[in-house]
Structure formats: C-alpha cells, structure tokens
C-alpha cells in the first residue's frame, strides 16, 4: 500500500466585477472557446471537444503553454442562471478554476463577476502564484472588458490590449 500525500494547498483566489453592454443572451455565448476568436486577439486553442461546436456543460478544450498542453473542461455553462464555470490543468504547475455569473443590471447593461482560483501542484506552481498578482489580474479583466464591450458595440475585436 502506498503512502497517501495530502497537502495544504497554496492557492490564490481574485474577483472582478465589469460592467458589460450587451444582455445576458448576447453575452454569455462570447464565453466560449470559439466564439472567444472573434473578440479576443490572442486567443488560440488547438482542439475544442464539443457537441454542439459551441461552448457547453462538458466542453473540452486545449490551449497551450509553453511546451505543455492545458486542458480546459467546461464543468458548467448555464445561459439562464448567467453562470459558466471552467477548470484547466497545467501539468506539474498548477490547476486554475474560472468562474463567470452575469447578472442584468438594467435592460442592455450587465454585470460579470469573474474569480480565477489557481491552485500550485509544485515550486514552480508556487512561483506562477507569486507572479500572478492582483495589479496583473486586473489588467487582464479591464482589458478583456473592454475588448467585450467593443466587439458587442461593433462586431470587431479591439487590437493592442494587454494579453488575456
């Protein structure tokens, strides 16, 4: 019988709130692994498993990283509760969960809170934690809010914002 490890996990937990122009009908489809390389200029995934072709409860897909693959699985996607939920693996590194709730604000203005939780698996995982910051997460969710809001109001991806 082999010896059972259980750790303390070193973990990080943000949350942002951006404000959104659109409904939650128009937007909750943007969150989608697909859809997102209309309106997000880096965003690249290699294979998106999926049903529909769409994002979906149980989606999966693949990005990368270095010279590691990151395997994204959608565990929960609910346009009529506004909820999404995902979580990806960066072998040996870390295991990150993404959860989105929109919530209308008025007719054509919503609310998306947006919490990355990343957890480490390793040193390294732990040097990925020190780096991410608060200050670097808010940059990445400004930027996303915007490249959203103007892909909503013209139909075109917003170039030159920090990566995402």
């Given at each position: 019988m082999s010896a059972l490890i259980v750790n303390r996990p070193n973990r990080i937990s943000y949350t942002y709130e951006q404000t959104i122009n659109g409904t939650n009908k128009e937007i909750m489809p943007l969150y989608c692994p697909v859809k997102e390389l209309d309106w997000c200029e880096n965003w690249n995934p290699k294979v998106v498993y999926s049903n529909s072709g769409f994002v979906e409860k149980d989606c999966i897909f693949i990005t990368s990283h270095e010279d590691s693959d990151i395997v994204w699985i959608v565990t929960d996607y609910d346009i009529e509760k506004g909820h999404v939920e995902m979580v990806y693996h960066v072998p040996g590194l870390l295991v990150t969960k993404l959860e989105i709730q929109v919530t209308p604000i008025t007719e054509n203005?919503?609310?998306?809170?947006?919490?990355?939780?990343?957890?480490?698996?390793?040193?390294k995982g732990d040097k990925v934690l020190d780096e991410f910051t608060k200050e670097e997460y808010e940059i990445m969710m400004d930027s996303w809010e915007k490249a959203m809001n103007h892909y909503l109001m013209t139909g075109e991806m917003l170039t030159g914002l920090p990566n995402f």
């Open positions: 203005r919503t609310k998306a809170v947006l919490t990355y939780s990343k957890t480490s698996l390793s040193e």
